[in-house]
């Protein structure tokens, strides 16, 4: 199998560790660092390398380890196809696998011990997906990644409209909230449609 793993610097020696394991496993390893636990990195560089290439299905897995976990999770489940899942024991590793397919181990170096985790990881690359309900589950979550925001909608020219009926049930969520178009974020401190979108456009016309 090949396995794409990555770290941050809280994670290098746990990640030494699995991918001697892996390759002592027979596994064909991509190591995307970091490499030194000196000097720190941030972790959502690391998870995304790691993520994209398992989404582009040039790895079969990918094991991410930080601190505890909890960022490299978000981080990689941003990206398009991920199923990346935070276990702590052998249990939820096989369960993440049997029941939510995942495609990506996520790893706490700070919270889960060097044997145990180990274990877990050699666990989690044989055990199979169940599929069944499991599947029309898993599919639900596709579906709803691949749905367009029809909140916001952008014309030929790039302008901006709000669906006025969502955008007021979505007034409070809005306010002081941020909003993401391309590498523009645009902060918001209104909750009427209209302004909303009258203020995202001349950000985007500066």
């Not at 007021?168 to 909230?177: D, E, F």
């Not at 209104?190 to 456009?201: L, Y």
Request: proline share 1%.
């Amino acid at each position: 199998m090949k396995i794409a793993i990555a770290s941050d610097h809280a994670g290098v020696a746990l990640k030494t560790e699995i991918c001697n394991m892996l390759l002592d496993l027979g596994h064909e390893v991509k190591d995307f660092g970091t490499y030194s636990a000196e000097a720190r990195v941030d972790y959502p560089d690391m998870a995304f390398l790691t993520a994209e290439s398992v989404a582009a299905h040039k790895y079969d897995r990918g094991v991410l380890i930080c601190g505890t976990g909890i960022g490299m999770m978000l981080a990689a489940n941003k990206v398009q196809g991920i199923r990346a899942a935070l276990c702590h024991d052998q249990f939820t590793a096989l369960l993440s696998r049997r029941h939510n397919d995942s495609n990506i181990i996520v790893l706490g170096a700070r919270v889960t011990g060097m044997d145990v985790a180990k274990e877990m990881v050699k666990a989690w690359l044989v055990e199979p997906f169940e599929g069944g309900r499991h599947s029309i589950r898993l599919q639900k979550i596709t579906s709803y990644e691949q749905k367009p925001n029809t909140m916001l909608n952008a014309d030929a020219k790039g302008h901006i409209t709000v669906d006025e009926n969502q955008a007021t049930s979505h007034a409070k969520v809005w306010a002081g909230g941020d909003i993401v178009l391309g590498a523009a974020t645009v902060i918001l401190a209104m909750g009427e449609g209209r302004k909303a979108a009258a203020a995202i456009n001349e950000y985007l016309a500066k």
